[in-house]
């Protein structure tokens, strides 16, 4: 038998959402933040430039959800399968 602990799958689960949840909240916020700053400084207070800052945060955010929930499609990423102990 194992004498290690095992974690449910449920928390990894739990784990794994709350990490793409916070993820989602701060790139989000901080391309949209990007965005606004950018708008008024640079771009005399045009709205393209937030819409594209808030699309980036966003989209590194569900790239790093589809690292997180499938690490199989990281390049160059191998899995090996455990040799059973006897």
Same mark, same amino acid.
């Given at each position: 038998m194992s *004498?290690? =602990?095992?974690i449910?799958s449920?928390?990894?689960? &739990?784990?794994?959402?709350?990490?793409?949840?916070? =993820?989602f909240?701060?790139k989000?916020?901080l #391309?949209?933040s990007?965005?606004i700053v950018?708008?008024a400084l640079?771009f005399k207070?045009?709205t393209?430039?937030i819409?594209? &800052? *808030?699309?980036? #945060?966003?989209g *590194? &955010?569900?790239?790093?959800a589809q690292?997180i929930?499938?690490?199989?499609?990281?390049? #160059?990423?191998r899995?090996e399968?455990?040799?059973?102990?006897v």
């Open positions: *004498t290690k =602990n095992k449910p449920e928390d990894i689960l &739990a784990q794994k959402w709350d990490r793409t949840l916070s =993820n909240i701060v989000t916020g #391309g949209l990007v965005g950018a708008s640079l207070k045009r393209w430039p819409a594209i &800052a *808030t699309g980036w #945060g966003f *590194t &955010a569900y790239a790093d690292r929930f499938h690490p199989s499609n990281i390049p #160059g990423a899995f399968k455990e040799k059973p102990s």
